[in-house]
């Protein structure tokens, strides 16, 4: 006869937290648990009044463990961030995730269990997953079974509501978010960073040749969903910073690393590859691919499915990537403006790139991912460099452009974000971008790009929950990117959750102490703390000459100094003029000069200021928001 698996002793607590929104399946996972051995508190044991608080916080003083529901209700709930915060300071918070969604700034440090298909059985993997987690958490030991053979003290489950996590959980596998979407231990071996592949030619003139193709085999691989794929740039700063496989590892999180050389003669290629184990650093597979340049889109695809087959993860298709070329002029003045287009240094070596990718579609007019990059390319002209008058027609061009990448590769994730940003950006229509957006993050959810400007989308469309979420997979996989920690800081900002909004901005100015609007969103998040000295100073420290002096504007203004406040929107209008109508509407929103504010937005609107599209979550434009005009303009941009 079987061993039985020994019960949780009698007295062993759980504290719940949930939102209310999530009771139901709060009530089953207690129910559960209950019957399992263990006992439950939750807010529905107490009457409401003015015992209600005190129960409550007796109750997290004295639980075993406190399980936190995270979801898209409870992401917004005070009282479960404050729940969860006494778990975390007591080393007794045990993270689910009721709905894929992940965990809010400040806990992504804790594994957390997934839900979302759990269907309310006792016998199920979640279940054993939680039972491990409280053994763990109250350091008791575990049988087989998953179930307790000691205990130590009492502990309760209680409710209230807060905010999205996401988690694996399937076979009671723990999905980790403390640095990304996956870890170096034995349950997520399936991560993976590809370094920058050595140029072997002896001209250092043909590194965009080996930087290009190595950025061209890691998309391959983000389209094996069973591989997590880290981003080009935390790669390539990790394996700036350190040479050894181990360390580098560790420092982006990941389980392998693939790296390898590239030798170019003529229109042959000899791409050798290697496959390291970043636990052990020990090579785990190498190989080489002799092809010539005609080929090289499927030789891509070659090396990533032998990659996957090496890590024993299943191919769903062997097809080369959309969007490719035979052409080698093609392909080489492609991968020529994508490494111009990469520096991001000036409009000089950005309209050179612009240049490449026109010499790339006129060697091969069906090479749907040159489009792509040059409709892309056009509108970060005109976002950055152009004058108010030429913004439409660069947008448009843009637009046609992206249009004919989506006609010629369907499947092509860049085309659809080219198109998704050129509508938001361009013709400031968060409501016609959104379905490029969804298709764009449907086809690239590993590719941290997409990810991230999804993300972006998402917060300034109203999607909070989905922008949080995706936010935290574009960190997860680009953790050493400063842009990628710009973005969380701005969709925390949006969501008016402005101290959680300052962790990544502080963090994305030390990998980057010289990026723009980094220190202007954290200036705008001090204000909405109410904390004007600081915000000033940061402001002050702003490089971006528009969001520099506007911000300056508007904290001068709060301080009484109107003096300095006139002078920083002054020098706004002069310097800036009319590429910067959106700052000068905040300031004259924050003046309390409404009519002028409305005035200038429309003006905003007439050149096709970008800025426009943070006009429905922006705090700066909150003087204005009930105005009945200011609700139809809005209402006019279709920005919900």
Known sequence: MADQPSEPIKGTTLFLSYSRADERRARKLAAVLQAQGYEVWWDGLIEGGATYAQSIATALDMADAIIVLWSAHSIESDWVRDEASRGRERHRLIPLSLDGCAPPLGFGQYQVINLAHWHGRANSPEISAIERAIATVTQQAVSPSGRHTETT??????????????????????FAWDRGLFGNGAETPLSIAVLPFRNLSGDAAQNYFSDGLTDEIRVALTRISALNVLAGTSSATASEQDSDPKAIARALDVGYLLGGSIQRSGDEVRIATDLTDGRTGFSRWSQSFDRKLTDIFAVQSDIARTVAQAMSVQVATSDPAPGGTGSVEAYEDYLRGRALYGLAKDEATDRAALADFDAAIAADPKFALARAARSRSLASLAGEYAKASELKPMYDQAIAEARRAIDLA????????????????????????RPFYDRAYALGRGNAEVALLFALYCSRAGRAAEATAAVSRAVALDPLNPRAFRAQGSVAYAARRYADALPPLRHALQLNPKMTFAHSLAGSALLGLGRVEEARKE?????????????????EHRLGNDGAAKQAFAELVSKVGDSALYQQAQVLAQWGRTDDALATLV?????????????????LLDPLRKDPRFIRFVNDLHLG
């Open 153 to 174: 003290r009492r502990g309760l489950l209680a409710g209230g509501a807060a905010a999205a996590g996401l988690a694996v959980a399937g076979g009671g596998a723990w």
């Open 539 to 555: 402001f002050a420290a702003e490089p971006g000459e528009e969001f520099r002096q506007s911000g300056l504007a508007i904290a």
């Open 603 to 619: 003006r905003a609107r007439a050149v096709g200021d970008s800025g426009l599209t943070y006009a429905a979550t922006d705090q």
């Open 410 to 433: 369907p499947n092509l994730p860049e085309a659809h974000l080219a198109m998704a940003y050129d509508l938001f950006a361009g013709r400031l229509d968060i409501a016609a971008a």
